[in-house]
């Protein structure tokens, strides 16, 4: 069993930038695929960004080129550095987990989860 715990949301201007982090424990670190999604209210859930066990990466389109997801496994961290935010980048960001990283990248889905957190970029 893996649990994932957010930090580092808040609120920031737009162009401005945020970085988010989620720490695990429980289950060998190493062999997970980690990555991140969001939700905004009343929408379906978005893939961001993940990152196999490892080091390879994927981004959602939405991201491609200004977010960057890197791990520590000596930290059992993952992070997601956001630059350039927009105002549409305004939503819970969700940390997950999975052994399957297609199911992740291409599913939309893990079978871990975070508990998520608020990000906030004001135009």
């Known amino acids: 069993q893996v649990q994932l715990v957010e930090s580092g949301g808040g609120a920031v201007q737009a162009r401005g930038s945020l970085r988010l982090s989620c720490a695990a424990s429980g289950g060998t670190f190493s062999l997970y695929n980690l990555g991140w999604f969001r939700q905004a209210p009343g929408k379906e859930r978005e893939f961001v960004a993940a990152?196999?066990?490892?080091?390879?990466?994927d981004y959602g389109d939405s991201v491609k080129g200004r977010f960057t997801i890197s791990r520590d496994n000596s930290k059992r961290t993952v992070t997601l550095q956001m630059n350039s935010l927009k105002h549409e980048d305004t939503v819970v960001y969700y940390c997950?987990?999975?052994?399957?990283?297609?199911?992740?990248?291409?599913?939309?889905?893990?079978?871990?989860w975070g508990q998520g957190t608020q990000v906030t970029v004001s135009s």
């Open positions: 990152i196999s066990w490892s080091g390879a990466t």
């Open positions: 997950a987990g999975d052994r399957n990283y297609r199911l992740m990248v291409v599913g939309g889905t893990a079978g871990y």
